[in-house]
Each structure stands twice: as structure tokens, then as C-alpha cells.
Nanobody, 126 residues
Framework: VQLQASGGGAVQAGGSLRLSCVVS????????MGWFRQAPGTEREFLAS????????YYADSVKGRFTISTDSAERTVYLHMSGLRPEDTAVYYC????????????????????WGQGTLVTVSS
């Protein structure tokens, strides 16, 4: 399994970005994906996760209402739509994936996902 993340860039506070993550390789019915971020000097932070069929989605409180995770299972792509961006959202954003039933995704954190993309940098200026 390989993940290719893209869509990062520089944006002003209040702006929006859409990150994409394309999955190649074997997936399956019980397959979940997530988005995380890591700013310099901090631990990797969970943002959102979703089952590949889009039935179940979970969010961190810090991004609920501003970020939306979605999938296009036909294109094997997961998106993170980010709006109302703030300077504190500046970080490297990573997508992750693993074979996990949808009902277990809510408990999946950065040490649980087995497959990771390379990261894409988001910079939000004030």
C-alpha cells in the first residue's frame, strides 16, 4: 500500500485548502484512512478519520466544524477540506491508512495506522 498526499501550500488566515491522498495497492472492505498533522516540536496530532466507503467519519475537537474529511472510493482518494484556516494550523499534514473496521476507527491514533503518506506542508499566515 502506498499513499500519495498533495494539496498543501501557503494561504492567508481565513482561507481554505483541500488536501488529497491517493491510495495505491490493496485495500478492502474494512479499510480506514485518516489525516494527521505535525508542527515543529510537537507530536503528531489526529485530525479526522473515515472508512473508505465513507460511512463513518470522526473528527478531533480542534477541527470540528472547520475541516471535513471525505472519500471517493472509486478514485481511492481521501480528501481533507479545510476552511477558516488559522496560523496555528501551520504544520505538515499526513494521510494514513490501515485495515480497520469502521467501528474501531474512532480509537485509532497515530501509532495505530500502519501506512503513511509523505506529508504535505500547509502554511497559514496572519
Amino acid at each position: 500500500v502506498q499513499l500519495q498526499a498533495s494539496g498543501g501550500g501557503a494561504v492567508q488566515a481565513g482561507g481554505s485548502l483541500r488536501l488529497s491522498c491517493v491510495v495505491s495497492g490493496r485495500t478492502g472492505k474494512n479499510y480506514g484512512m485518516g489525516w494527521f498533522r505535525q508542527a515543529p516540536g510537537t507530536e503528531r496530532e489526529f485530525l479526522a478519520s473515515i472508512s473508505l466507503n465513507g460511512d463513518s467519519a470522526y473528527y478531533a475537537d480542534s477541527v470540528k466544524g472547520r475541516f471535513t474529511i471525505s472519500t471517493d472510493s472509486a478514485e481511492r482518494t481521501v480528501y481533507l477540506h479545510m476552511s477558516g484556516l488559522r496560523p496555528e494550523d501551520t504544520a505538515v499534514y499526513y494521510c494514513a491508512a490501515d485495515y480497520v473496521p469502521a467501528e474501531m476507527l474512532i480509537d485509532y491514533g497515530p501509532t495505530d495506522f500502519g501506512f503513511w503518506g509523505q506529508g504535505t506542508l500547509v502554511t497559514v499566515s496572519s
